[in-house]
């Protein structure tokens, strides 16, 4: 059999090396930030790249009870499983709409300007599609916000004082624009958009889109979890009158032929 190969991260009975890094030496050196962006990127980030890449962890840590993930997770929990049963079923509901978005937003900021520099013009086209229903863009939209969303312009305005609001910040920021002047509606930048920008700026892969979400948000699952398996009675049903609206066949009587 071939050797499993790895530019990860190799032991030894006295030491573990990340990236090349002695664990023990990180430990109590190194932020969990710092050591995400080591382990993802392969070096250790600037100040600028930690300090921004902390604020995007923080902006998703949790964004209340709401969501599917949560919801999904607290039923899948109410069931009678363990905290990391839910943890996993909470990551699971992230998908092209919640969570999954990001990746999707980087793919298309990356591959949009990989073939265009012409920014503005760049945007009106996708704008166009999203204005004539051809297009889900991801990272615009929201259910709740609709005016802006406060964590999006709090990052983005980090990401200019930290220095990554590159090209595709600049594409979101116009994307935004365009699709309200086009449309003739606001999509506001969601926080998946503005972390697509900005991680896009800062120079990572669209295929790890997915991941920065779920190491920001699993700390906000775990506590969802621990919450729903210490404080709620176990079994959470939906009413029946209450919630539920019956949309089948009247009741019917079940005619079977007797054949002999
Ligand atoms: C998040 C989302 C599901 C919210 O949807 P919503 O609350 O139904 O959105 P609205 O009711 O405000 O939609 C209004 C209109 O905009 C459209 N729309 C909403 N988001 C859109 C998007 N990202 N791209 C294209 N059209 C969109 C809707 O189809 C609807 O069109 P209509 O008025 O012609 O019928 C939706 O915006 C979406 O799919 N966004 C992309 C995925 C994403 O970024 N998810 C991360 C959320 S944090």
Redesign the pocket.
């Known amino acids: 059999m071939s050797k499993w190969k790895t530019a990860i991260t190799f032991n030894t009975k006295e030491e573990s090396y990340i990236r090349g890094y002695p664990l023990t030496e990180m430990i109590g050196s190194l932020s969990f930030t710092e050591s995400i962006f080591l382990v993802l990127k392969g070096e250790l980030p600037t100040d600028h790249e930690r300090k921004m890449l902390d604020a995007i962890f923080t902006s998703v840590v949790d964004?209340g009870v709401a969501?599917p993930s949560v919801v999904g997770m607290r039923h899948i929990l109410s069931g009678g499983n363990e905290l990391h049963v839910g943890v996993a079923a909470g990551i699971l509901a992230f998908g092209?709409?919640?969570?999954?978005?990001?990746e999707?937003?980087m793919r298309i900021f990356q591959e949009s300007l990989a073939s265009s520099d012409d920014l503005r013009t760049a945007a009106r086209e996708l704008a166009e599609?999203?204005?004539k229903?051809d297009?889900?863009?991801?990272?615009?939209?929201?259910?709740?916000?609709?005016e802006f969303?406060p964590r999006s312009r709090k990052l983005l305005s980090l990401a200019r004082e930290y220095g990554f609001f590159g090209k595709h910040c600049e594409f979101a920021t116009l994307l935004e624009e365009e699709?309200e002047r086009v449309?003739g509606?606001r999509?506001v930048m969601?926080?998946?958009?503005a972390i697509a920008s900005i991680t896009s700026d800062m120079g990572f892969d669209y295929r790890l889109g997915k991941g920065f979400f779920i190491i920001g948000r699993i700390a906000g699952l775990v506590a969802h979890a621990f919450e729903e398996l210490t404080t709620e009675k176990p079994f959470r049903r939906l009413d029946e009158e209450r919630d539920i609206e019956y949309t089948g066949f009247p009741p019917r009587p079940l005619a079977i032929d007797e054949k002999d």
């Open positions: 964004h969501p092209r709409y919640h969570g999954g978005a990001l999707d937003a599609k999203v204005a229903g297009l889900r863009l991801a990272g615009f939209g929201h259910k709740y916000y609709k969303d699709i449309k509606k999509l969601n926080v998946d958009g």
